[in-house]
Nanobody, 118 residues
């Protein structure tokens, strides 16, 4: 699959942003689609994940109640709605895809910068 992320930007603390990840390729319904982020000097971490078929979701504790991952099959797009943003959410955000039976994420989109000012 191929992934194209967009939607980052600069926002004040408490604000909202929505990231989009356009998904193309074969057998998309057999993948988990996820958002990762990497802040300067920190390791990359998973933020949220959704199974394309069925819509099962997962969230990191740090974003539960603030972020929502969803997919729109008609547009073949995964979204990350981010509300009540905090300065610690500042990072480059990446969308990635993992085949349902695989251990690793083999497909990555380009990153999109999210900056939250205090």
């Amino acid at each position: 699959v191929q992934l194209q992320a967009s939607g980052g930007g600069l926002v004040q603390a408490g604000g909202s942003l929505r990231l989009s990840c356009a998904v193309s390729g074969r057998f998309v319904d057999r993948y988990f689609l996820s958002w990762f982020r990497q802040a300067p000097g920190k390791e990359r971490e998973i933020v949220a994940s959704i199974r394309w078929a069925g819509g099962m979701t997962y969230y990191a504790d740090s974003v539960k109640g603030r972020f929502t991952i969803s997919r729109e099959k008609a547009k073949s797009t995964v979204y990350l709605q981010m509300n009540n943003l905090k300065p610690e959410d500042t990072a480059v955000y990446y969308c990635a895809a993992r085949f349902f039976s695989a251990d690793d994420y083999a497909h990555w989109g380009q990153g999109t910068q999210v900056t939250v000012s205090s």
